[in-house]
């Protein structure tokens, strides 16, 4: 992991394949530039990620019997209502 101003290294990180639609990769390079023009720094699309990652575990999301992509965000969006 990199280090820059305000970043820890915070241990061993294993590299997983991830592929996405041009859009969703888009979205994630407009996100992660944001910060940087609103005074913070140029987020990493694999810091946005794991974030993201680190809020499923807080979820608890309940993905009984789940089939698809879409069914999936359907029960993070009722996870999220829960909280």
Do not use: C, W
Request: net charge positive; hydrophobic share 40%.
């Amino acid at each position: 992991m990199r280090k820059s101003a305000g970043r820890v290294n915070k241990g061993k990180h294993y590299r997983a394949e991830l592929t996405l639609p041009e859009a969703l990769d888009k979205f994630l390079v407009e996100f992660g530039e944001e910060s940087k023009r609103t005074g913070g720094y140029k987020l990493p699309k694999t810091e946005i990620i794991r974030a993201l990652i680190r809020v499923l575990i807080k979820l608890n999301v309940n993905v009984d019997g789940v089939k698809d992509e879409d069914e999936l965000v359907a029960r993070i969006m009722q996870a999220i209502k829960r909280k």
